[in-house]
């Protein structure tokens, strides 16, 4: 067996359905709801292994849950293959996470939040959510339902970034601000092209 999460997810299902037969019509949804499981369980383990190696763990925690949680109801591009999504979210949630502990000893940026919260719930209004190979699984209502909750989410993360010390606040504010260029047209067009190197060099 592979441990690629597509071949892990299909593996699983076919176990599932053996012993269970009637969910059957469910095939897809289960096997995608498993493979986006253990992406998220893979990803989780070497990010937060690398943050405690690194010395940023809480920072590298922070940055994990928000992006998971604000992610979920946003949407976004993304590249399309497993190899390439997984070192891309690493490498931008340690770099988060490093450049948010180190960055406020070089720069005092105490009141940039207030200038970049109003223009990204602007964005997330416009934009969200954006769902690409999901968007014909959800009708109208729900994608409704997921703007609203991607609005509530980014201004609970936004109101959060007031109470807490600076260096945690500009995880978050880096994790808004990646997160909405996602789901606007140039970020989708920017990721689309970066992915469509990559594959041609695979």
């Given at each position: 067996m592979y441990w690629a999460p597509k071949d892990l997810s299909?593996?699983?299902?076919?176990?599932?359905?053996?012993?269970?037969?009637?969910l059957k019509r469910k095939k897809g949804e289960i096997r995608y709801g498993l493979e986006m499981l253990i992406i998220l369980i893979y990803q989780v383990v070497i990010v937060l292994s690398l943050g405690f190696l690194l010395h940023i763990f809480s920072y590298t925690l922070l940055c994990l849950v928000s992006i998971s949680i604000f992610r979920m109801f946003s949407g976004g591009a993304h590249f399309s293959k497993f190899n390439h999504c997984l070192i891309a979210s690493i490498f931008l949630i340690l770099a988060i996470s490093f450049s948010s502990k180190y960055f406020p000893s070089i720069t005092d940026i105490d009141y940039w939040h207030i200038f970049s919260y109003p223009l990204l719930i602007i964005l997330i209004i416009r934009y969200?959510?954006?769902?690409?190979?999901k968007e014909n699984i959800f009708n109208k209502t729900q994608k409704k339902r997921n703007k609203f909750k991607s609005i509530s989410i980014a201004l609970l993360l936004m109101i959060l970034s007031f109470?807490?010390?600076?260096?945690?606040s500009l995880v978050i504010g880096q994790v808004l601000i990646y997160q909405t260029f996602t789901i606007t047209p140039f970020g989708t067009s920017i990721?689309?092209?970066?992915?469509?190197?990559?594959?041609?060099?695979?």
């Open positions: 299909e593996a699983l299902t076919k176990k599932i359905l053996t012993n269970d037969g009637s969200a959510p954006i769902l690409f190979k109470f807490i010390p600076i260096t945690y990721i689309h092209l970066l992915d469509k190197k990559l594959l041609k060099r695979g």
